[in-house]
């Protein structure tokens, strides 16, 4: 069982950064894939970026390609997201979800997931 915790959600204006945060519980974090979903209303879930165990692949939706960089400290259990040149677009609720398996594109995939931190990009 992972317990996943977001924070460093807010409000932040165009073209400005924020940094994400995902702590995890236990000692078998390197066991998991980990990945960043967002969802705004009204719309699907969409995945945003994933990283594999040992952080040896990441992946990136073609929409945050660039701008938003993944990365992972296994020793303290956390994964980030770090995004710049935000765009309204950017505005959702973002999730940090943990995969056994690979670190892929489809949310359903994925074995646990976090509450979620809210992100709001203002024009």
């Known amino acids: 069982q992972v317990q996943l915790v977001e924070s460093g959600g807010g409000l932040v204006q165009a073209g400005g950064s924020l940094r994400l945060s995902c702590a995890a519980s236990g000692r078998t974090f390197s066991n998991y894939a980990m990945g960043w979903f967002r969802q705004a209303p009204g719309k699907e879930r969409e995945f945003v970026a994933s990283i594999s165990r040992f952080a040896g692949m990441k992946y990136y939706a073609d929409s945050v390609k660039g701008r938003f960089t993944i990365s992972r400290d296994n020793a303290k259990n956390t994964v980030l997201l770090q995004m710049n040149s935000l765009k309204p677009d950017d505005t959702a609720v973002y999730y940090c979800?943990?995969?056994?398996?690979?670190?892929?594109?489809?949310?359903?995939?994925?074995?646990?997931w976090g509450q979620g931190t809210q992100v709001t990009v203002s024009s």
């Open positions: 979800a943990a995969d056994r398996n690979a670190p892929g594109t489809d949310g359903a995939e994925y074995d646990y």
